[in-house]
C-alpha cells in the first residue's frame, strides 16, 4: 500500500475530533493511540506542529530520529509529521489508509 502524505493526512475530512483533557503529553498520545486501535487500526502517522514535535522527540524515549520523505521519525507504530498548520493543542493520528484518522484537541 502507498503511504500516505501530509496533505492528504491534513486534507481528510473523515477525521474524527475529540477533546482530551490533560497536561500530561504522554498521556494524551496514549489516549490517541488507544482510541484509533479501540477501531482495530494502528496508528501509522502522528502529525504535530513543531513547537510538539520538539516536546514529543524531548519526552518520549521510545522516538527513532530516523528522516525518511516526509516524516522525521518513528514513535511506536507511526511516523512521525510536522505540519504548522495545527495548533499547539491539535495532534492527529491516522492508520495507514487514512479511513480511521483522529484529530485530538488537547483542553
Known amino acids: 500500500m502507498k503511504s500516505l502524505s501530509l496533505s492528504e493526512i491534513l486534507d481528510n475530512r473523515d477525521k474524527h475530533q475529540l477533546s482530551f483533557s490533560s497536561e500530561d503529553l504522554e498521556d494524551a498520545l496514549s489516549y490517541g493511540f488507544s482510541y484509533v486501535e479501540t477501531e482495530d487500526h494502528f496508528v501509522s502517522y502522528l502529525v504535530t506542529n513543531g513547537r510538539v514535535m520538539r516536546n514529543i ?4 524515549h ?3 530520529i530516523n528522516p525518511e520523505d516526509e516524516s522525521i521519525g518513528i514513535l511506536w507504530t ?3 509529521m510536522v505540519s504548522n498548520k495545527l495548533k499547539d493543542n491539535q495532534i492527529i493520528f491516522s492508520n495507514e489508509s487514512g479511513s480511521m484518522t483522529l484529530l485530538l484537541t488537547i483542553k
Open 62 to 64: 521510545d522516538v527513532e
Open 78 to 80: 507511526s511516523k512521525l
Open 57 to 60: 522527540v524531548r519526552e518520549m
